[in-house]
């Protein structure tokens, strides 16, 4: 799509497009401050450090649950500190922030985003989430004290219980905001450790609980005019790859299901093999299977939870055998495809041993395949050539969730990933370099910049 | 090692032995009351009855752990029971009840006994155990009312704790009568759901700490003669097979090891196949192939718990898994091989996905396969040819533990089994039909008076 022989040409197959034959933007040329940046972000996760693991200050990882006294906490300082560049502050009825930024233009069109969340995982790290809050607010410091404005408002978002850590549903104010949770359902979400507790209740506590409709919906709740989101990646692909920049064009469809395979206990010393009824055993074939058939499609297939009754014992074959199944592809057409051939298999395992056993399956969750917006990916793309060059980036597609996932189904989107070591994430020792967290902010910049331009033109007056 | 042509002959390998040549003694001539048996059997399970799985009288399953009130009752009853036949009866350290039968020879040599079981599962049934005793009472009151008296002592013996239920050791108090058990360690035991009870305070609690040694030891315990033990099979191969006898002439080695597969925890969305170390997935490898491994050996090798962090969610690859390996063979060479070779193939599944995984194991329970003694299963090959012919019994190795097990240590040994419905044991719907319990009776009676004659023409003056 590409060519990077003398002008860059940028070309999209969609009717929305940056202008076809234009030359690369040039880069803002405005520098984000990695030491702000850096102390900031490390400053306001005061509220919420927890679980030590080395001797250095920062070397803690976090427990700022949604909604929680340190969730308020950095909340408040959020909100004081985007008022002090200037921003228009407006909070919905999820407790979404969102801190609007005027451009020069002065239009009433919905304004560019940079949105992420400030909550945590109970055993999380420093950077999911919190990064793409703080770089979006570095952005904003950098613009502001440069004098430099876009020409649509810009803004930053901090979506509530990103996590579904406390809340147990995740992504799900961005959820709300599109369309695809119903706000009474989110509201009555209980504490998972205290169900007296909802987290409506912890909105009205904190004064979270906006006067302005969750919603994308531009008469009653909050338009937004494209959403870019920074990211650590929580994989292994660019630390293992030697990249630093990966532009991600959409996120992959999973489904996971719930499988219960039925057998009948038994003596481990007084049942031969043919008489029995395994499900343990006809389980870990299908584990097995799943992995060797999602490997074959290059999709990925994952057990996380197996479960045997409690009272299960060394010498009892199990008479029940629950295990859970994340299949995952950038395609549905090959998530579906793994599943249907899992099943298959597992037919053929069920009457494998002995006397066989039985199964049956839920769908728990269908989240199908995300294609996020060609001119967010673009201006990603541009700038990330910009500051690293092709090499050092790549297209990548997310294979977790994101508040942009949601996004993406209002308003253009897209997001920026930046190395974490190893691969670690959703674990105090969560880790992105001082130098990624910079990197990923000012591409964050060129990004939006970029956007910002093209949008110009190509709403604008010609 | 049997012709069954014109006069039956006997012929072992060891040196105390049926005599050679002799014609097969004739049956003793009693014939055990199934009526009284079963009616005994049932109204004695009124003590404990539990978890009704049918509308009949007898539709329950039993919950009569060890030493609490309802197996203090039926302790009772016994005792009163075998004192009303004149059996003198002893109570030793660990509440194992003897009740004694005077013989013939008036001789102070031990006992042949018959023992078994008043305890049971948590949701066991009626006849684990159970019908062992009951069948020795029957032996015990038809030699009684026939006036039919025994050449040496004979006597039956309720074994406490065999389930190790309640007090988590199984065969708990033969095991401390063979020696293999530390009385002291048994003592200490704590009942499961309230650790400030001990077997020892439940002993003294219902005056079941006696005063003899529990030893089989002539000068300070209670040694027996002989010990056979008539059960419930536990497994299918009896009903599949059509037979109504299983002459029991050991028990199989078993070895029991745990497992623990360590990888790392990562996002089952973000990881590559190839960057993961799913112990998970290795484990289920590990199961399926140790099942294999275990069937090319006519072995058996079986997985009963598996378990993952309590925090293990579908989206995240564990960071480590625990699971049982239960190897069982009548002979301690293929248990040993199978285990190798289980181990063998663990290390190429380690490193077989993604970055591989590391496991270390422990050996919890060693228990070698047991040969029972050849003149007691000679009694009982000659009572089951009596009573059933040789199609219809058959020699086996128990596949699960039995007092008998810790018995065949310290005196001639050796079991008798009968079919349960299905091979369903520690079930409340476990069944053995009264023809079968009553066959079984006949059987342990027949074994009994054999044994006593071979051993009154072997010990006694030529």
Request: glycine share 8%; charged share 20%; aromatic share 6%.
């Amino acid at each position: 799509m590409y060519s990077t022989k003398g002008a860059t040409r940028v070309l999209f197959s969609n009717t929305r497009r940056f202008s076809t034959g234009t030359q690369l933007r040039a880069p803002s040329g405005l520098k984000i401050n990695p030491d702000r940046l850096w102390n900031t972000l490390h400053e306001t996760c005061e509220w919420g450090a927890a679980h030590r693991y080395n001797d250095g200050p920062t070397d803690t990882g976090m427990a700022r649950l949604t909604l929680t006294d340190e969730d308020a906490s950095v909340r408040k300082w959020f909100a004081t500190e985007v008022q002090k560049l200037g921003c228009a502050l407006v909070v919905d009825q999820m407790g979404n922030m969102f801190a609007r930024q005027s451009g020069r233009l002065n239009s009433p069109a919905p304004m560019i985003a940079m949105g992420s969340h400030l909550d945590t995982q109970p055993r999380g790290g420093r950077y999911d989430g919190i990064l793409g809050v703080m770089a979006a607010l570095e952005v904003l410091r950098t613009m502001k004290e440069s004098g430099f404005q876009t020409n649509y408002d810009i803004g930053i978002v901090n979506w509530t219980n990103e996590e579904g850590a406390r809340f147990p549903k995740s992504m799900c104010s961005s959820g709300v905001w599109a369309g695809a949770i119903p706000i009474q359902e989110a509201w009555d979400l209980r504490d998972i450790h205290d169900s007296s507790v909802t987290l409506r209740s912890e909105l009205e506590r904190h004064g979270y609980l906006g006067d302005i409709t969750c919603s994308s919906d531009p008469t009653t709740g909050y338009p937004l005019g494209a959403h870019f989101e920074l990211h650590i990646e929580q994989g292994p692909i660019l630390p293992e790859t030697g990249r630093s920049i990966g532009v991600v064009r959409g996120a992959q469809g999973y489904r996971w299901l719930t499988m219960t395979v039925h057998g009948k206990d038994a003596h481990t010393g007084t049942t031969p093999f043919s008489a029995r009824q395994d499900p343990l055993l006809a389980s870990s074939r299908m584990i097995a299977a799943s992995h060797d058939i999602a490997k074959k499609h290059n999709a990925l297939a994952s057990t996380g939870i197996i479960r045997v009754p409690s009272n299960a014992s060394t010498n009892t074959v199990s008479s029940q055998v629950t295990f859970t199944l994340d299949i995952r592809h950038p395609q549905d057409s090959v998530v579906h495809a793994v599943q249907d051939e899992c099943l298959k298999a597992f037919d053929t395992i069920a009457s494998q041993d002995g006397k066989g056993v039985s199964f049956d399956w839920t769908l728990d969750t269908d989240s199908p395949a995300v294609k996020f917006d060609d001119n967010c990916v673009a201006s990603i793309q541009a700038a990330a050539d910009q500051l690293v060059g092709r090499e050092k980036s790549m297209l990548m597609t997310s294979g977790a969730g994101h508040d942009t996932v949601y996004t993406s189904k209002h308003c253009p989107s897209a997001m920026i990933f930046v190395p974490c070591k190893d691969g670690v994430s959703h674990h105090p020792a969560e880790y992105c370099s001082p130098q990624d967290c910079a990197l990923g902010t000012q591409a964050l910049l060129e990004a939006v910049v970029h956007y910002d331009q093209f949008r110009a033109e190509s709403e604008g007056p010609k």
